[in-house]
């Protein structure tokens, strides 16, 4: 089985890197890809864990774009983690997302919704590599008992509209599949359902895209077929993971989605001859 949507304590995912990759191992994964938001800092470890366990382990990345005030989710595959230029986008990414996390809590205090973002904001200045994000503040909301669960902490908090959303600035879908190519990779965009606007979708396509992400968790049989319809339109190929974090109750579980092995063969060919000569 094949997974290419993960997430580890680098970024908002509950597993550390060793935990992941024992549990993709438990659930019989045989390639995987760890797309930490905005950061390559698992990438060393999570391969190191799957060369000693047989499992095939491709570089990936979750990063943040920004599209007329919405965030616009990019994944990268088959880069090089250590390219320079690369490195340094993801470094500035980083350090919006702290500024972010800083006016988000600003905003929930003055709403009398105080969380402690102080581990977070420490680990985040002890270790460069460490993304933060909302779920980070939505578990902190639901430990001052502001939020019984984490879609009711977007919801009422930190959801698009809410009180305490602070609208993201960044690169365009465009200029994030620019820097991803550079580094010799291969571009899809993340959960289109997601997006609630498929036009949107389909201008996006045209932005640099070598692949959408047809197969997730959110997406059910109408939303495959639709997509997939649309990759085939477009000359684009097909991406696929379950969007794993590990937190309690989650929905997309360890070997619920996987990519077919068509779709895998299709993608290693295309990374053989990626951007970049």
Sequence with gaps: MIDLHLHTTVSDGRCT???????????????????DHDTVGATAEVQAHCAALGIRAVPGIEITAVEASRDVHVLGYFFNPEDVALQAF?????EARVERVREIAARLAALNR??????????????????????????????????????????????????????????????????????????????PVQLRDDALVDRLCG??????EVYHADHGPADRARYGALASSRALLATGGSDYHGEPGQR????????????????????????GG
């Design 207 to 212: 932005e640099g895209l070598d692949a959408l």
């Design 90 to 94: 993801l470094l500035r990414q980083r």
């Design 114 to 191: 105080a969380v402690d973002t102080t581990e977070m904001l420490a680990a985040a200045k002890a270790d460069t590599g460490k993304s933060l994000g909302r779920p980070l503040i939505a578990r902190a909301l639901m430990a001052a008992g502001h939020a019984r669960s984490m879609q009711e902490a977007f919801d009422r908090w930190l959801g698009e509209g809410q009180p305490a959303f602070v609208p993201r600035t960044g690169a365009t879908v465009r200029a994030v599949a620019a820097v991803v190519h550079a580094a010799r990779g291969l571009v899809s965009l993340a959960h």
């Design 17 to 35: 890197p060793a935990e992941l990759v024992a549990r993709t191992a438990e659930a019989g994964l045989r390639t995987i890809a760890v797309t």
């Design 252 to 275: 997309a579980s360890l070997g619920s989605v996987t990519l077919p092995a068509e779709a895998w063969e299709a993608l290693v060919v295309a990374s053989q001859g990626t951007h």
